[in-house]
């Protein structure tokens, strides 16, 4: 009998902090655990007690790299449940400001955390001294984003210019004019990026994933829409708790999440792209075309060039809002509170982000409930290691360990937003 | 006489999580105090951003907070950044050193780079900054202020 222990015991290039324990018995593996071991970050207790007009800035601080979504989705839960809607210019204005954060935060992905596994390092840091144009390149795509999160959030990190209802101050089109100029660059990049990580070598790995994402009659969804998933179910975002329940597993901090008592589905671009291909841009449809991906992409290696084509849809949709851009009557809608439950969805770079609230007359916060789109995917995350390795357990084990990290980043993991945190050790032996 | 951004102040770190804030609340007290041409950066750790702000910079202070053991409220000013104190920056897995390695790597590292780490107590999720990291922040904004004066002259 052979015993073989895998122990990924500090995850590198993901957000965050976990580790990953792999133990098979004669080429079967009997326990597989993505772990998240740092303490939960308690952020919905924090909010119950705080007024409902506190939410958007309290979550934007779950996360340094997605704050605009946790800000998207926490206004549209509370606006649901005071009756309020954020329509016109103003939700023009909010899906901007989100597609700044893609921009930003999937460029960071693709060049400096997922790229170096195609190249051969061991960091994206190792990779900017051999292929200092490329990096500087990607440097240039993301000052993009953080440029046109600064002109709609107020600043490039947690952007402090939202509010439920709209804006604290509403950006001019004279202000936008120059983050235009600059998108109008990023976007070339983003179709240089596309046909660059298009040539990457990617392993024949396909996985028989359940999709879930939002899905807008009008778009691309992103900032709104219904839930729906690949095997055709549908439901609106306040029919979210009917159908996926978190439950508490020993290994992780993070909870697991269950889809119609199911675990297993996947969120993020993958998800996304694979239900919504055909609402993108023009421009990202011809680029995915040109980079060989179909209408659904089940690859998770070529995800990389999923969040390149998003990139462009967001690069692309950014300029066509600028031009069209009327400027709103007022920077807000006035929300008023009453006691009732609202429910808000987004999607975040990662995958769909809900938030729930439920206020009192007096807009005092009673319960609220985040389900991130990483503890979504924590038990895909595991079933794609499982049939990745259990096949290549023969494997020197330095090489196993390194092919199960190349395996979590696929899927851009945010376990500080999982866990309410990630860190990532790798200890094969 | 200094053109913007020739020097450049950034504060690193999270609000909402007690002294983890320090070092963007350096550089918050320093708005509006200090010569037009001092670039005030607020910023998680993000080493893309870091690079960018300090490009072509003669002169870059970057102010973090920092858990060594020592008294809080305590400044250090290490020589570099290895070997210093655990530069963190913010909850996420990069940092300052990741950024001064990055900038290294691409030929975008200032002139000079000054980093100045406050001693934080608490870096609990809501809770306020400490009394003595308060001290801290207020008397190195002055030192600052004084001091930009006389590079950016």
């Not at chain 1, 073989?4 to 080429?27: C, H, I, S, W, Y």
């Not at chain 1, 330095?398 to 937003?417: G, T």
């Amino acid at each position: 009998m052979t015993h073989k222990t895998v122990k990924v015991g500090g995850l590198t290039r993901v957000e965050g902090e976990g580790a990953l324990l792999v133990r098979a018995r004669d080429g079967r593996i009997q326990d597989l655990e993505l772990r998240i071991y740092e303490p939960p970050r308690f952020f919905e207790a924090l909010l119950r007690g705080r007024f409902h007009t506190e939410p958007p800035d309290i979550t934007a601080r779950i996360c340094g790299i997605c704050p605009v979504a946790y800000q998207m989705s926490a206004c549209q839960a509370i606006e649901a449940a005071c009756g309020a809607e954020v329509t016109g210019p103003l939700r023009d204005l909010r899906l901007l400001l989100y597609y700044g954060e893609w921009i930003e935060s999937h460029t960071l992905h693709v060049y400096l955390l997922h790229a170096p596994d195609f190249l051969g390092y061991d960091s994206g840091i190792a990779m900017a001294a051999d292929h200092r144009d490329l990096v500087q390149r990607g440097l240039a795509l993301k000052k993009a984003g953080n440029d046109l999160v600064a002109a709609v959030g107020g600043r490039p990190i947690h952007p402090v210019n939202v509010r439920v209802g709209g804006f604290y101050r509403v950006p001019s089109r004279r202000e936008l004019a120059p983050v235009a100029e600059r998108l109008r660059r990023a976007r070339e990049i983003a179709l240089e990026t596309v046909s660059w990580v298009a040539g990457f070598d990617f392993p024949e790995v396909e996985h028989g994933y359940r999709f879930l994402a939002l899905r807008h009659p009008g778009e691309y969804a992103i900032l709104s829409g219904a839930v729906v998933t690949s095997d055709g179910g549908s439901f609106a975002v306040r029919e979210w708790p009917e159908h996926v329940t978190e439950e508490q597993v020993p290994h992780s901090t993070a909870l697991h999440a269950r889809l119609d008592g199911s675990p297993g589905y996947l969120v993020g671009p993958m998800a996304r792209y694979s239900l919504n291909s055909a609402q993108l841009s023009p421009l990202a449809r011809e680029a995915a075309a040109a980079a060989g991906l179909g209408p659904v992409c089940r690859n998770p290696f070529r995800s990389i060039v999923v969040r390149a084509v998003e990139i462009v849809h967001a690069c692309d949709e950014a300029l066509r809002l600028i031009d069209d851009l009327a400027e709103p009557d007022t920077p807000y809608v006035p929300v008023e509170p009453r006691a009732a439950t609202g429910h808000g969805a987004s999607e975040a770079p990662r995958g769909t982000l809900y938030h729930r609230y439920r206020i009192d007359a007096g807009g005092v916060i009673r319960e609220a409930d985040i389900v991130p789109p990483t503890s979504q995917n924590q038990a895909r995350i595991e079933a794609d290691l499982r049939h990745l390795i259990e096949p290549r357990l023969d494997l020197p084990e330095e090489e196993l360990a390194a092919l199960c990290e190349r395996a979590i980043r696929n899927h851009d993991p945010c376990i500080s937003c999982s866990a309410h945190f990630l860190d990532l050790h790798v200890d094969a032996r | 006489m200094s053109t913007p951004g020739d020097i450049v102040v950034i504060g690193l770190g999270g609000d909402g999580r007690g002294d983890d804030a320090a070092g963007l609340e350096v550089v918050r007290r320093l708005r509006g105090l200090v010569p037009p041409a001092v670039v005030l950066v607020e910023s998680a750790g993000d080493p893309a951003q870091l690079v960018e702000a300090w490009t072509g910079a003669r002169l870059a202070v970057v102010i973090d907070a920092v858990s060594s053991g020592a008294p809080p409220g305590a400044v250090h000013r290490p020589a570099g950044v290895e070997g210093g104190p655990s530069w963190h920056g913010s909850s996420h897995s990069f940092g300052l050193a990741d950024a001064v390695d990055l900038g290294r790597a691409l030929g975008r590292l200032p002139a000079r780079l000054v980093v100045i780490g406050i001693e934080g107590a608490d870096f609990t999720i809501g809770a306020p900054t400490t009394p003595p990291v308060l001290s801290a922040i207020d008397a190195l904004a002055r030192e600052l202020e004084q001091r930009l004066r006389q590079e950016s002259a």
